[in-house]
Nanobody, 123 residues
Framework: QVPLVESGGGLVQAGGSVRLSCAAS????????MGWFRQAPGKEREFVAA????????IYADSVKGRFIVSRNNADNVMTLQMNSLKPEDTAVYYC????????????????WGQGTQVTVSS
């Protein structure tokens, strides 16, 4: 089990920035690939970004590439998502997730999920 807790969501204007955090419990955090997904009302949960357990490998959805940055601190058991140049279409509940495979954009590869944090971008 890898309990995950997201924080940092809120209301922001278009063009602004938000930093999300995902805190994990336990001593195995550093062995997991970590990912961010999001789900807007009435839509499927979609991939946003993922980072390997070393932090050296990252992948991003095309819709956020160049605007979002995923990082992690294994000493503190925390993963972050820096979200810049936000758009109204980024509005969603953001979830962090953990998996034992290489970074993947497939949500079925992820075994553990947080409860999500809401990000709302106003136009």
């Amino acid at each position: 089990q890898v309990p995950l807790v997201e924080s940092g969501g809120g209301l922001v204007q278009a063009g602004g920035s938000v930093r999300l955090s995902c805190a994990a419990s336990g001593r195995t955090f550093s062995t997991y690939t970590m990912g961010w997904f999001r789900q807007a009302p009435g839509k499927e949960r979609e991939f946003v970004a993922a980072i390997s357990w070393t932090g050296f490998n990252t992948i991003y959805a095309d819709s956020v590439k160049g605007r979002f940055i995923v990082s992690r601190n294994n000493a503190d058991n925390v993963m972050t998502l820096q979200m810049n140049s936000l758009k109204p279409e980024d509005t969603a509940v953001y979830y962090c997730a953990a998996c034992i495979m290489a970074p993947s954009d497939n949500r079925r590869a992820y075994n553990y999920w947080g409860q999500g944090t809401q990000v709302t971008v106003s136009s």
